[in-house]
Each structure stands twice: as C-alpha cells, then as structure tokens.
C-alpha cells in the first residue's frame, strides 16, 4: 500500500531539488535580483512570504509587468521552469507542489479582443509602469496580466466618479498582535490564514496563526486611496478598456 502510494507521487515529487537550486542561482539568486536561497537582495525576498502555488507559478511564468520581474514562460526549458517554480514553492513552505504550467511557448495566450483606440489608450494606463504601483495592475488582473489581488473584476463602473466611489465590502479589519489593518481575506484554514494587508502599496500577503487573528466586519478602507494616479479622463479610457476587454 506504502509502495502504491509512493508510486503514484512519483511525478508531483518528480522535480529535482538540486536543478531547482541550480535554475535559480543561475536566473534569480544573482544577488543583483533575488538573493541566495530566496533571501532579499536588489527584489524582494522570496521565502517564507506565504505565497501560494498558482502565484508561484504565474509570477515565474509571465513576470510581473512593469517591474524589472520578467517572465520566464518562453526563456526556460519545460523542466527547469518546474524545477524552479517547485523550488521557490518549498521556500514557502509548499512541499509537494503540483505544478501546471499552462499552455507551452507559442500556444496563444488568452484571447484579447481588438480594442477601440480610447480602450487600447485605458490599457496602456492600467499597466502603465511610469505610475509605480499606482497603476491598476497591482492589484487587478485582466485577462492574465497583472496581479489578482482581488477577484476578477466583473461590476465595472459606469465612470470616473462611480470608480472612485466603489463600495467595497470585501474589506475586512484584521487585527494581529493588537494592531489593526485593513484586509481582504484570502483563507482562513485550521493551521494557517493567509490574507493581503491593504495598508500600503502594493499590498502585502501575510500568513498568520489563525488563533492570533481576529476578524471585523468593515473598514475605514476607499478604493479611492489607489486611484490617485490618474484623473478622470484617464479612468474614463481605462472604464472603457474594461468594458471591452472583460467578457460578461
Ligand atoms: C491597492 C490595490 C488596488 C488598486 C491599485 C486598484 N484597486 Fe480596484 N479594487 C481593489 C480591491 C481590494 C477591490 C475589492 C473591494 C471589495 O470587493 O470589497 C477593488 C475593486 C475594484 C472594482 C470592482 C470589481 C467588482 O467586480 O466588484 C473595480 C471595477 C476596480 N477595483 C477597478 C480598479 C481600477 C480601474 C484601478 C486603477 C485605476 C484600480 N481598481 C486600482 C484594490 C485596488
């Protein structure tokens, strides 16, 4: 029965610590980008930052647009990239990864429709790179580009204003260790609560003992404290980006 089961976990384990180790030293640990063994350097550090495998995953494959974080989906072999993504998966604490890597090199990425000029100028600005992390794709995603801190977007506000306006009753207060922040739950399982402190940006994942974690309904919390990078008619053109990008 062991055996069986040993068996039958040979290809989610089937990737090489040591070509991870290898890949990653070779392509991110280069002290200029991530440290050694996921430690800060001149980009973030990477370990035990709580990340989870479908985040591993994209990041490592379509890099993070307009930040010196680039995809590696075309550049690496099929296996180093799982060897690689399993790698900085274990640094967080994932130990049998199961890892899909989507589509191959030259597959077609997701469909983006042809956009109106207006729209395809509100592309531009939602990922525009000159805004910082201003820009709405530090914390959207639209059609696989960005960073899904939140849901989809699905209500797409009728203008300006309306965005600025946004209710939003995802946002929870979380206090930890006596101090409170504003949330937006992601898990809460028996071991671990993994949720994004919306206190700075970007936004920051934190995984927390769920015992020393309280939850509250509410938050002093408006999405208008992350549109400020653009005025109205820019959001205007990034509604209308919206508009045409997202499919009902
Ligand atoms: C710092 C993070 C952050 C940034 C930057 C940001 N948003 Fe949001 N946005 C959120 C959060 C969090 C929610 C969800 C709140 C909720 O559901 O309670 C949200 C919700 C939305 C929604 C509603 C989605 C729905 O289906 O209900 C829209 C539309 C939206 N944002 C558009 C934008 C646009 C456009 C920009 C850029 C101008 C932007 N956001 C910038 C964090 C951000």
């Given at each position: ?165 946004l209710a939003t009753p995802a946002i ?14 992601v898990s809460q399982g028996k071991t ?57």
């Open positions: 029965m062991t055996r069986a089961l040993l068996f039958l976990l040979v290809p989610v384990l089937g990737w090489s610590q040591s070509l991870g180790e290898k890949v990653f030293a070779q392509s991110c640990g280069t002290g200029y980008c991530h440290g050694a063994r996921g430690t800060p350097a001149g980009a973030p550090r990477l370990a035990g930052r709580g990340f989870d495998q479908s985040y591993i995953t994209s990041t490592i494959m379509r890099g993070l647009p307009g930040t010196a974080m680039p995809a590696f989906g075309a550049t690496l072999s099929r296996a180093d990239l799982i060897a690689v993504v399993a790698y900085v998966a274990s640094l967080n604490g994932i130990a049998n990864p199961s890892i899909d890597l989507g589509p191959g090199p030259g597959a077609a990425g997701p469909a983006e429709p042809a956009l109106s000029a207006e729209a395809e100028r509100g592309r531009a600005l939602f990922f525009d790179a000159v805004r910082g992390f201003g820009r709405c794709s530090t914390c959207h995603e639209v059609n696989g580009i960005g960073i899904p801190v939140t849901t989809l977007i699905e209500k797409i506000p009728t203008d300006a204003a309306a965005l600025r306006a929870r207060t979380a206090t930890v260790a006596g101090e409170a922040m504003p949330a937006l739950i671990r609560a993994l949720f994004y402190d919306l206190t700075s940006v970007p936004p920051v994942l934190r995984t927390v003992d769920p015992d020393a974690l309280k939850v509250s309904e509410g938050s002093a919390w408006r999405h208008a404290s992350v549109t400020g990078a653009y005025n109205d008619a820019e959001l205007a053109s990034i509604l209308a980006y919206l508009r045409e990008a997202i499919k009902p």
